[in-house]
C-alpha cells in the first residue's frame, strides 16, 4: 500500500497527520505510520489535532447510531424456498430475473414507478432524436413542421414522417403557424403515471421555465396554511418535477403557485382544479386569481 | 467478513442446502443495509433478493478464493446505487408530516434516537450514494477499511480517505438539517424524502 510520504514526519510541527489518517485513528482502523501518529497525539498533544480528533468524534458519535439500528430492525424472511426456485427459474430461462416473477408466492410488490423500468435518459434522447428528425425531414422538404394529422395514427404506405397539410390549409395559413413564435410561458401541469396513482403520489411537472434556475412552490391546501417548498432545481430544458404522496383527497392541494426570479423580475405559474385519481378539487376563485 | 472456502464451492456447484444457508446467514444485514441505503423498506426486501437470485447465477463465473461476503455486498451495493441514481431523476417530497412520518426507520428503538435516526438517514439522503454506501459500510456494517475496499474494489487507503471525506460532507449536512427539520416538524409541514439533487 502506497504510502502518503508528506505524512511520514510529524516532528515538523508545520506537519499534521491528515483528517483522513486521524479518523483512521480514532475508528481503530490499520494505519501506517500509527506509530507516528499516536505520538504525534498522545505524547505531542498536537492541539490541533486533538481539537480536529474531537470533531471527528463527535460526528463519527452521531454515525455510530447507524450500527445500532440493526438490533432494531427485522425484516421478513425471504421466503427460502422461493428465492431458490426464483434463482434457478431465472438461471434455467436465461431471461432477467425479473421478468420471472411469476412464481406462486414471489414477493409481489408495486414498483416504485416506471423510472425503474424505463431509463428517462435515453427517453429523452429518443425524443430529441426524432425531433431532429421531424426538423431535418421538414427542411429538406421545405414543408411544414406539422407532421402529422390531429387524429394521429398514420394512413397503410404512409411515411411515419410524411407531412400532411390538412385539406383547407393554405400556403399563407401555414407560413403564418410557422412564423408565430411558440409561447413560451412557464406552466405546469400533473404528470402523475398510472403507477404514481396507485402508490398515492401526485406529480408535478414543470416546463419552461429558467433553466438551471430554482423554483419556489406555494403548496395550498384547503384548510391549512400554505406550504413552500423551496429551492427545487430546474434542469437545462428549464422542466422540474416534483411529487407528494397524498394520503387522501384532503391532501390534494387547490393551487399550486411556482415562483421563479430571475434578474430580480418574479415569473409566477399557477396550476388550478387539480384532479388526482378520483380527487378533484375545485379552486377557489379568490385564490385562482 | 466470511470466506467460507468450502461453501463457495458448495455454491459453484448449486447446492441448495448451501444457498439455503447462505440466505438464513446475510439476509437481515443485507436488507439492513439496502433499507438504510435506500431509505424504503419494501425496495430494501425486493433488492435483497435480487441481490441472492444475481449470487446464484454469477457464482459460477468466480474462481479460486475470493471473499464470497465482500462480492455479495458488492452486488447489494450497486443494486443500491442503480436504484438511487434513477430515484434522483425524481424527487419526492411529502406532505403533512404528521401522517407520513412513522416511516420504518422511525418506529423501532429508544425513542430518543427516533428522531436522530431521521436527521441521520435525511443528512444521508442527500449526499452522494456512494458516499453514503461507504459510511453505511462503516458505521452502520462496522466494516473494516479493508473490508470496504473489498466490497468497492478500492484501495484501503482511497476508502480511508472517501470515508473520511464522506463523514466532513455527512458532518455539514446534518448540521444543517437539524434545525430546520425540526422546525418543518413542528410546524407540521413537509419532509423531503429522498435527494434534493432534483433531474441532471
Not at chain 1, 510529524?10 to 505510520?33: C, I, T, W
Not at chain 1, 434463482?87 to 431471461?95: F, G
Not at chain 1, 420471472?100 to 423500468?117: C, F, H, M, W
Not at chain 1, 378539487?281 to 385564490?287: E, G, W
Request: aromatic content about 6%; charged content about 25%; overall charge positive.
Amino acid at each position: 500500500m502506497a504510502g502518503n510520504t508528506r505524512f511520514i514526519s510529524f516532528n515538523d510541527v508545520k506537519k499534521h497527520p491528515d483528517d483522513s489518517m486521524l479518523l483512521a485513528y480514532l475508528r481503530g482502523q490499520k494505519l501506517e505510520l500509527r506509530s507516528s501518529v499516536i505520538q504525534h497525539i498522545e505524547i505531542e498533544k498536537c492541539l490541533r489535532c486533538l481539537q480536529k480528533l474531537n470533531e471527528l468524534k463527535q460526528v463519527s458519535i452521531t454515525l455510530d447510531v447507524l450500527g445500532e439500528m440493526g438490533s432494531y430492525q427485522h425484516y421478513p424472511e425471504l421466503s427460502v424456498t422461493d428465492t431458490y426456485a426464483r434463482m434457478q427459474n431465472a438461471l434455467n430461462h436465461r431471461i432477467p430475473a425479473k421478468t420471472t416473477s411469476n412464481g406462486p408466492n414471489y414477493r409481489q410488490r408495486p414498483r416504485k414507478s416506471a423510472v425503474r423500468l424505463i431509463s428517462v435518459p435515453a427517453a429523452f434522447g429518443l425524443a430529441i432524436l426524432l425531433t431532429m428528425a421531424m426538423l431535418v425531414f421538414a427542411k429538406l422538404s421545405g414543408s411544414s413542421l406539422i407532421p402529422f394529422p390531429v387524429d394521429g395514427g398514420t394512413r397503410p404506405g404512409q411515411n411515419a414522417l410524411t407531412v400532411v397539410v390538412p385539406p383547407q390549409s393554405t400556403s399563407t395559413q401555414e407560413a403564418t403557424a410557422i412564423v408565430t413564435p411558440e409561447v413560451k410561458e412557464p406552466h405546469m401541469k400533473v404528470c402523475s403515471t398510472q403507477a404514481d396513482i396507485e402508490l398515492s403520489r401526485l406529480v408535478i411537472c414543470g416546463s419552461n421555465f429558467e433553466s438551471t434556475h430554482k423554483v419556489t412552490l406555494e403548496v395550498n391546501v384547503p384548510g391549512r396554511r400554505s406550504i413552500w417548498l423551496r429551492n427545487i432545481p430546474v434542469d437545462k430544458h428549464g422542466k422540474f418535477q416534483i411529487g407528494w404522496e397524498i394520503a387522501s383527497c384532503g391532501n390534494v392541494p387547490s393551487v399550486i403557485i411556482a415562483y421563479e426570479v430571475v434578474s430580480a423580475k418574479p415569473i409566477s405559474a399557477r396550476l388550478r382544479n387539480i384532479s388526482f385519481g378520483s380527487c378533484l378539487v375545485q379552486t377557489p376563485t379568490s385564490r385562482a386569481n | 467478513m466470511v470466506t467460507d472456502v468450502q461453501g463457495v464451492e458448495r455454491l459453484r456447484e448449486r447446492d441448495a442446502q448451501a444457498f439455503r444457508s447462505l440466505i438464513d446467514r446475510l439476509q437481515q444485514p443485507i436488507t439492513g443495509y439496502l433499507h438504510r441505503l435506500v431509505g424504503d423498506r419494501e425496495v430494501a426486501l425486493d433488492l435483497a433478493q435480487d441481490t441472492f437470485v444475481q449470487v446464484y447465477k454469477e457464482i459460477d463465473k468466480t474462481s479460486g478464493e475470493f471473499a464470497l461476503d465482500a462480492w455479495i455486498y458488492r452486488i447489494a451495493t450497486n443494486y443500491g446505487l442503480r436504484y438511487l441514481k434513477r430515484q434522483r431523476l425524481r424527487q419526492f417530497v411529502r406532505l403533512d408530516s404528521r401522517e407520513s412520518f412513522d416511516e420504518s426507520l422511525a418506529v423501532a428503538g429508544p425513542e430518543d434516537q427516533t428522531e436522530t435516526r431521521i436527521l441521520i438517514e435525511q443528512a444521508l439522503g442527500t449526499m452522494r450514494p456512494i458516499d453514503a454506501a461507504v459510511l453505511q459500510l462503516h458505521y452502520g456494517n462496522g466494516f473494516t477499511y479493508e473490508e470496504i475496499g473489498q466490497v468497492m474494489e478500492m484501495s484501503s487507503e482511497a476508502v480511508r480517505k472517501r470515508v473520511t471525506r464522506s463523514v466532513e460532507k455527512f458532518r455539514r449536512v446534518y448540521g444543517k438539517k437539524i434545525p430546520s427539520v425540526r422546525s418543518q416538524r413542528y410546524e407540521n409541514s413537509i419532509k423531503v424524502k429522498a435527494t434534493s439533487k432534483g433531474i441532471k
